[in-house]
């Protein structure tokens, strides 16, 4: 086969036959061989998913799909590729795994290899960031149907016009996760890989079909472009704005915690759920569309996201009854991890263009701790948020990774360590300056156990306790009220706050298995906390490193 090569012949931009015949061109496909669907609406991705194993369309409208052996990411065997314009910018280590420029030229020819066997491929042409001025055009070039609709989905779909013009992308995904891995490949550790070369602006994923690959890569060029190139924050985050005065607020966590939940909130307009940029101007999306997790998902506690599963939508992993098609959202028999993607105009309060000219008024961190330790809210002094970011602790939630069955703790700095590009320090540094510049308040939120712990059979916190609390933020009641020490961890805890049973706020007054037991499962956690902050410390401000647990 003859490697991937670019073609200096000229095409008229306003011509899509024409695009794709280029396309055709550098792909080496024979016509007769191989049927090219570029931005295909969902009817017709709809219709060829069709024929591929096990997906099937919901009583809602739904596409169903499956991913295959792989239901979570792999970050594991995620590789950035060492070369001389990027290396000295990239954060090394477990989470930025280097692979050479030889064994990514293996992998780039052995994904193109795969693609060109098939009778049909597709391409996604659209963009990644809703500010014209920074946005970044990609091209995604895969061989399931299921896929293409996912990132139509998930990025910003171009206008006709704006296809038309699309021209050369400034980042192309060469998606062949059907197809494995050679495991004897020098940098390799399994048949999976998922490899991003920033000199090329490339990704090529081998061995996985989970869709969230395709998304998180975007993401990850994404946390260095912008930082690097604009200095621009990248955020893991969700954000939305209120409609009578037009405040922003920013939520920090990673998936599991809720923040894709917590921003679809109908009193509020939804800028985007997962990744964002704050610019000089303002923030924006990344995204185009929501990738909400689905266990447990019922109209009475997620309506919006409930109602945004029907025709345009893909369910991924989810089991269903095979007669009428109904989805079990409370079943895990297959993971935990059951997902959802959907355009974000799906749901009905989102702000198109997904874009805020104001800055953040209110920075909330979320983290979902099973030990039951922390509070459902507490206020941060500004060393306090750049601890707790810094940090990023959450108790990982069961399927949301490769392994992953039920909750355990972990600290992903920035509340995104696996997507990071960076050094955590530089996006922290970024983050204390604009805080400061906006004076904006901030927030610690559990959205997960209190008052008991996960392996105690306690109960995470209510859905509808964590509204009032946000409702109590972003109405301005909740910073007027009386607040408490929370000892070991030092955090300021109402006393109070509307709607929320008093006997909740604070776990240190109402642990279930008494005191002795919540100071030692205190302790526990703060030593956690302290031990993985060792390796930040040297780089910390004494402010900072202050604003740590006190055992």
Not at 44 to 51: G, M
Not at 89 to 106: A, F, H, L, M
Not at 414 to 420: A, R, S
Request: glycine share 6%.
């Amino acid at each position: 086969m003859s490697p991937i090569k670019a073609s200096n012949t000229p095409i008229d931009p306003t011509d899509s036959n024409q695009v794709e015949q280029k396309i055709r061109q550098e792909l080496d496909l024979s016509k007769d061989v191989t049927t090219i669907r570029r931005n295909a609406p969902a009817a017709i991705l709809y219709e060829d998913a069709l024929h591929e194993r096990n997906t099937i369309i919901s009583s809602t409208g739904a596409l169903v799909a499956y991913s295959g052996e792989k239901t979570g990411r792999s970050p594991r065997d995620k590789r950035i590729v060492e070369e001389e314009t990027s290396k000295d910018d990239i954060w090394w280590g477990p989470v930025n795994k280097p692979c050479s420029e030889r064994t990514w030229s293996i992998n780039r020819e052995r994904a193109a290899d795969y693609l060109r066997t098939r009778d049909h491929l597709y391409i996604v042409d659209a963009f990644a960031g809703w500010d014209p001025e920074y946005r970044i055009k990609v091209r995604v070039v895969c061989a399931r149907a299921y896929h293409a609709l996912f990132m139509t989905n998930m990025l910003i779909r171009p206008t006709q016009e704006e296809l038309a013009e699309f021209g050369e992308p400034d980042f192309t995904v060469w998606n062949a996760g059907q197809f494995p891995a050679n495991f004897h490949t020098q940098d390799m550790s399994s048949k999976t890989t998922i490899e991003i070369n920033f000199k090329a602006m490339e990704m090529v994923i081998l061995g996985t079909e989970y869709a969230g690959e395709m998304k998180k890569g975007i993401f990850t060029v994404m946390f260095y472009l912008m930082p690097v190139h604009h200095n621009i924050l990248t955020l893991h985050s969700s954000a939305n704005q209120g409609i009578r005065n037009g405040d922003v607020t920013l939520f920090f966590g990673l998936s599991g915690t809720g923040k894709t939940t917590l921003s679809a909130d109908p009193h509020r307009l939804l800028i985007g759920d997962d990744e964002h940029c704050w610019s000089d101007k303002g923030v924006f999306n990344i995204e185009g569309g929501c990738y909400a997790k689905c266990i447990n998902l019922s109209h009475e506690k997620e309506p919006e996201i409930f109602e945004a599963i029907k025709y345009g939508s893909i369910l991924e992993n989810v089991i269903y009854d095979p007669k009428t098609r109904v989805v079990h959202y409370d079943d895990s028999t297959l993971t935990e991890n059951t997902r959802c993607a959907y355009p974000i105009e799906f749901i009905p309060s989102a702000k198109i263009p997904c874009l805020a000219d104001t800055h953040p008024s209110n920075i909330i961190l979320l983290t979902c701790d099973a030990s039951g330790v922390l509070p459902p809210v507490s206020k941060l002094t500004p060393e306090q948020v750049m601890y707790h970011f810094i940090s990023g602790y959450t108790s990982k939630m069961a399927g949301t990774e490769q392994g992953v069955t039920e909750p355990e703790p972990t600290f992903s700095s920035c509340f995104g360590q696996p997507f990071l590009a960076l050094h955590p320090i530089r996006y922290a540094t970024m983050l204390a300056k604009k805080i400061s510049k906006h004076s904006a308040n901030a927030w610690l939120i559990n959205t997960g156990w209190t008052g008991s712990s996960y392996v105690s059979g306690g109960k995470r916190c209510p859905l509808k306790y964590t509204r009032a609390i946000l409702d109590s933020i972003h109405d301005g009641s909740l910073a007027k009220q009386e607040f408490e020490t929370l000892p070991v961890f030092n955090l300021q805890v109402p006393t109070n706050v509307n709607n929320v049973p008093k006997e909740l706020l604070n776990p240190a007054k109402n642990w279930a298995q008494g005191e002795a037991k919540y100071n030692a499962a205190v302790s526990n956690l703060a030593s956690l906390f302290v031990e993985n902050f060792k390796i930040y410390q040297d780089k910390a401000t004494p402010e900072v490193l202050a604003a740590a647990p006190r055992i």
